[in-house]
């Protein structure tokens, strides 16, 4: 059975950094994308960041150039490195991801918040 455990969550004060991880447990075969969501307080959860098998990635617009998603090798774990945080990053952060064969797997979420 496939579980994804998200940590590195936590509170830190604006402008500062956290990493997120996500480890797969269980065997993933054919991933297509590995991804970042985010849901805030009585909004949509919302994509932020993924990478393609490939290795490309994209962003939202509203973390590009602060946030960097990365994945080793294995396709194991996906990574999240957020910098410049501000207020409006603070959310439960969720990893997914995608098969070529239409499977997705989503982790339990990790709380960020930060202060001003």
């Known amino acids: 059975q496939v579980q994804l455990v998200e940590s590195g969550g936590g509170l830190v004060q604006s402008g500062g950094s956290l990493r997120l991880s996500c480890a797969a447990s269980g065997s993933i075969i054919n991933i297509a994308t590995m991804e970042w969501y985010r849901q805030a307080p009585g909004k949509e959860r919302e994509l932020i960041a993924r990478?393609?098998?490939?290795?490309?990635?994209d962003y939202a617009d509203s973390v590009k150039g602060r946030f960097t998603i990365t994945k080793d090798n294995g396709e194991t774990m996906v990574f999240l490195q957020m910098n410049s945080l501000k207020p409006v990053d603070t959310a439960v952060y969720y990893c997914?991801?995608?098969?070529?064969?239409?499977?997705?797997?989503w982790g339990q979420g990790t709380q960020v918040t930060v202060s001003s």
């Open positions: 997914r991801v995608t098969t070529f064969v239409g499977q997705m797997y």
């Open positions: 990478v393609f098998s490939g290795g490309s990635r």
